[in-house]
Nanobody, 123 residues
Framework: QVLLGEPGGGLVQPGGSLRLSCEAS????????MGWFRQAPGKEREFVAAIRNGVTYYAESMKGRSTISRDNAKNTVYLQMSSLKPEDTAVYYCAAQTTPRFGFSTLTDFDSWGQGTQVTVSS
């Protein structure tokens, strides 16, 4: 199982920016589709963004406000977020698709998950 670590969360003011990172434990990282999800209190975990074969995908709520990228040399995927809103407050999780699948935006499309990092958007 790929182990994923996610530093980078924290408290940010509305309108601010934050970059999350997620480092994978395996050198085969470059083969995997990677994704970011989030879970707000009392809500289900939801898709935020994914990157697969160099192509990026975003949830409608995050289009134009986030960028997913990866550095295969560092086994790391990033999520840069800007114009953050209080409703973006959630625990953010990175995920790896170690077994290729057709989909990339549901929980069952991914095999390995990080522990999550808290992002709080508040003044």
């Amino acid at each position: 199982q790929v182990l994923l670590g996610e530093p980078g969360g924290g408290l940010v003011q509305p309108g601010g920016s934050l970059r999350l990172s997620c480092e994978a434990s395996e050198r085969t990282f470059s083969r995997y589709a990677m994704g970011w999800f989030r879970q707000a209190p009392g809500k289900e975990r939801e898709f935020v963004a994914a990157i697969r074969n160099g192509v990026t995908y975003y949830a409608e709520s995050m289009k134009g406000r986030s960028t997913i990228s990866r550095d295969n040399a560092k086994n790391t995927v990033y999520l840069q977020m800007s114009s953050l809103k209080p409703e973006d407050t959630a625990v953010y999780y990175c995920a790896a698709q170690t077994t290729p699948r057709f989909g990339f935006s549901t929980l069952t499309d991914f095999d390995s998950w990080g522990q999550g990092t808290q992002v709080t958007v508040s003044s």
